[in-house]
């Protein structure tokens, strides 16, 4: 993240523990990772489906989509910390933080859904192998898609240890299963390209596989 930004993360945090576990704090922490986001997986959302249209590759445009539905994660979060800071009322008289609770048990159900669907298209892949071409640009965008998502784990994983925030938690994790999805898709892609098999079903099934149970597990 910016400097900027980082600095506003922390400015209120110096004060101690305490104070970066409260109410004004946590929502700060989790509007700021909520938009960003929002904002990096809208961009590797565009970056993926170019490279996949210009490849013609199935799964390089299913992995830009699961970069969309992680942009609608990042709405969840975001929606989540919002009305978690809310005040406590007469209806919600310990306050609303259990509404981060729910975000996050939303964004788990975000992972299994994508784990589903990429169970079934790579299932598909066995079935009826397709070729799928390997352009230069998907070899820049894949593993810079990686960087990104390791990226956004670490400072998700570290703002969600700040706070004691599950939905960072789980965004993290899902982060990190998005790694393993575009490396399985980076990894059939040259296989393909150099030996002729048809690897991107088997990779495909591994990883919804393992995205599936840390979904479960989220």
Same mark, same amino acid.
């Given at each position: ?16 523990? #305490? ?5 004004? !704090? ?12 929002? +904002?990096? @997986? ?10 996949? *249209? /210009?490849?013609?590759?199935? %799964? =390089? +445009?299913?992995?830009?989509? @699961? @970069?969309?539905?992680?942009?609608? %994660? %990042? +709405? ?11 005040? #406590?009322?007469?209806?919600?008289? $310990? ?5 981060? $609770?729910? #975000?996050?048990?939303? +964004? ?13 298209? %790579?299932?598909?892949?066995? =079935?009826?192998?397709?070729? !799928? ?7 820049? =965008? ?12 670490? $400072? @998700?994983?570290? $703002? ?5 925030? !599950?939905?960072?938690?789980? &965004? #993290? ?8 999805? !575009? ?6 892609? *040259? ?13 495909? &099934?591994?990883?919804?596989?393992? /995205? ?7």
């Amino acid at each position: 993240m910016p400097e900027l930004i980082y600095d506003l993360f922390f400015r209120k945090s110096r004060k101690g523990a #305490a104070d970066a576990a409260s109410a004004d !704090t946590r929502g700060l922490y989790g509007i700021v990772c909520g938009i960003s986001g929002i +904002v990096l @997986n809208i961009l590797l959302f565009g970056a993926k489906l170019f490279a996949g *249209l /210009i490849s013609a590759s199935v %799964s =390089i +445009v299913a992995d830009a989509v @699961n @970069n969309l539905s992680d942009a609608g %994660s %990042s +709405v969840v979060t975001l929606l989540g910390f919002k009305l978690a800071g809310k005040k #406590a009322d007469s209806e919600h008289p $310990y306050g609303h933080g259990r509404f981060e $609770y729910i #975000a996050a048990l939303l +964004v788990s159900a975000v992972i299994m859904v994508m784990g589903f669907e990429l169970l079934k298209e %790579s299932v598909g892949r066995i =079935i009826s192998p397709a070729d !799928t071409g390997l352009e230069p640009a998907a070899l820049i =965008i894949l593993p810079a898609s990686i960087l990104v998502k390791l990226y956004m784990a670490f $400072y @998700n994983r570290h $703002y969600g240890k700040q706070i004691d925030s !599950t939905a960072l938690f789980a &965004v #993290a994790r899902d982060s990190l299963c998005d790694c393993l999805a !575009t490396g399985a898709v980076l990894l059939g892609a *040259l296989l393909s390209h150099f030996t002729g098999l048809h690897a991107d079903g088997p990779c495909g &099934v591994l990883v919804s596989l393992f /995205i599936l149970y840390s979904g479960f597990s989220s």
